[in-house]
């Protein structure tokens, strides 16, 4: 890691130490974990660098999809697996926010792994909106509600699943604004009752402005493919974040149920938002850091392939 040179780094810092614990490297966890954490400084005051061991997982899931036409199984697999660390990340209390094919790691063996968890926050943090990935964001993240639910998760893997099954991204807008209008060509425009739900304004003005359009059929614009797939696509981009599924609900939908196993399945422990709202000197902050650097224990591994990067 590079030299931390004001308090917000090491405050990152310790948040990650936090949000990737030692555990998330058991078999089964879709989350990637630290193996090791260590500082070659072997003072406090000479303390500058630290470095992060993770499992090597070979390439992401962009560039998968860049280079082959993945098949219905495969894709199955994947999103199984997305659901999987998803269920284990909100059971913490954690939303992601920024789930893109990118951020998202896949070995030689097809085993998958969420990573990126810099713009992950607390469920009950005030989160604004400009964070993800234009073409997998949630509507509501462009709307800007200020407390928007982990479902946002659940539409980015709902945007992944359709742009694996299709080739292209589902909704490629231009801009935010253009972004919306591309998500209401398929959800449809939304209800009064959604409307009213907003928080801002500006965003009710914005969407009563626009035309009315009905809500498409997505086994017209998902051809020849599964039924099931379909449904559970639907239930995960639905514009209405409280009527969204949930990744525990989608994981026992019908259409992982010839790979579904729920003794697979995982939960966090509650994760500790200690040093989330924590204003200290910078001094504290390096402190801090080294006492958790030294203190951090790595997990056992009976037997692994896992690499340092």
């Known amino acids: 890691m590079p030299p931390k040179t004001g308090a917000w780094p090491a405050r990152a810092t310790l948040q990650l130490l936090a949000r990737l614990p030692a555990t998330a490297t058991a078999p089964g966890l879709q989350v990637i974990g630290i193996l090791d954490v260590f500082t070659p400084d072997v003072t406090l005051e000479k303390f500058n660098d630290f470095y992060l061991v993770m499992p090597f997982m070979g390439t992401d899931l962009s560039k998968i999809m860049k280079h082959e036409k993945l098949t219905e199984d495969r894709i199955q697999f994947l999103v199984y697996q997305m659901l999987k660390g998803l269920k284990y990340i909100h059971s913490s209390g954690i939303i992601h926010r920024d789930l893109k094919p990118g951020n998202l790691a896949v070995n030689e063996d097809c085993e998958l792994k969420i990573l990126d ?99 498409k059929d997505f086994a017209s614009i998902l051809k020849y493919t599964n039924p099931l797939a379909v449904n559970l696509l639907e239930k995960m981009l639905v514009l209405d974040a409280e009527k969204r599924i949930t990744a525990a609900e989608a994981l026992i939908h019908p259409y992982f149920e010839p790979i579904h ?49």
């Open 117 to 215: 968890f810099g713009l992950a926050r607390h469920t009950d943090s005030e989160m604004t909106g400009y964070v993800v990935t234009r073409w997998y964001r949630a509507p509501e993240v462009i709307l800007n509600w200020m407390h928007y639910t982990q479902t946002v998760d659940i539409w980015s893997v709902g945007c992944i699943m359709a742009e694996m099954i299709t080739g292209r991204p589902l909704f490629k807008g231009n801009d935010h604004l253009d972004q919306l209008t591309e998500i209401m060509k398929i959800t449809g425009t939304p209800t009064q009752d959604f409307v009213q739900k907003l928080q801002s304004q500006d965003a009710k003005n914005y969407i009563k402005s626009l035309p009315k359009v009905q809500k």
């Open 261 to 309: 196993d729920l003794e697979e399945e995982n939960e966090a422990e509650k994760y500790d938002d200690t040093f989330d709202n924590m204003d200290l000197p910078l001094d504290e902050w390096k402190r801090i850091t080294y006492r958790e650097i030294l203190n951090f224990k790595p997990p056992q591994l009976s037997e692994s392939k896992e690499t340092a990067v």
